[in-house]
């Protein structure tokens, strides 16, 4: 099947988009609960989307009807630095308030792989995602799925997580293609001309990156774009 719409939506600078994005998350979300009564809704990691988080935070919604989820994981301790599921409860009020349900990837033992098996496990029982927020690298990895042979993933039985190893950095648990692709609304938060560029040299592609899972998709992809 065709891939559907890339939407962009241009702005000078990533509080702008951030905003922006929070409110087209919101709005969604409110008819969402309107339609369904819930709303599972996957945010990403790393520093970029802090403000948009916050944003979102203080939209007035019944947020014990949403659960979150991260895209990606570190395979770390909770409370590191590192850990995308500090920076999202930090940034996110109604999780740091106790109004919003959470599915952590932490706290399923420490040997990753079982890990992973438990959150397959888990997501097997969770209707597809609902909405998806995602963030992408320079070198067009999303979510924990990077390019390249050194960067595999692997799945793991009834495929939702993947377990990735980046060389030279700690191993993550990162939702699978199949989970990201079958959101029922995706988007990306990106800054930057060198990550404008990846994405519009995506047609013409000889090796395919993980955004062009994003960029493929039949249901389209919304693009959050920031000058800066």
Not at 31 to 58: D, I, K, S, W, Y
């Amino acid at each position: 099947m065709a891939a559907g719409p890339l939407a962009w939506y241009r702005f000078a600078n990533l509080a702008e988009a951030s905003e922006a994005l929070a409110e087209a998350v919101s709005v969604r979300l409110k008819a969402l609960l309107t339609e369904q009564g819930r709303a599972l809704l996957a945010v990403p990691g790393g520093t970029t989307p802090a403000h948009f988080l916050a944003t979102l935070g203080r939209a007035d919604l019944p947020w014990d009807k949403v659960t979150l989820m991260p895209t990606d994981e570190r395979f770390v301790a909770p409370d590191d630095v590192a850990s995308n599921e500090r920076m999202i409860r930090e940034h996110f009020a109604p999780l740091a308030d106790g109004r919003a349900s959470f599915i952590s990837f932490h706290g399923h033992g420490s040997d990753i792989e079982a890990a992973a098996a438990v959150l397959c496990t888990r997501l097997a029982e969770l209707p597809p995602l609902d909405l998806l927020v995602s963030g992408m690298g320079t070198d067009g990895h999303i979510a924990s799925l990077f390019p390249g042979a050194e960067a595999a993933f692997d799945a793991v039985p009834d495929s939702g997580i993947v377990v990735a190893r980046p060389p030279g950095l700690p191993p993550r648990l990162s939702l699978s293609p199949e989970r990201l692709i079958g959101a029922g609304w995706a988007s990306l938060l990106v800054s930057g001309a060198a990550k404008e560029a990846v994405l519009k040299a995506a047609d013409g592609r000889v090796s395919p990156l993980p955004v062009d899972l994003l960029v493929g998709r039949v249901l389209g992809l919304d693009v959050y774009w920031a000058k800066e």
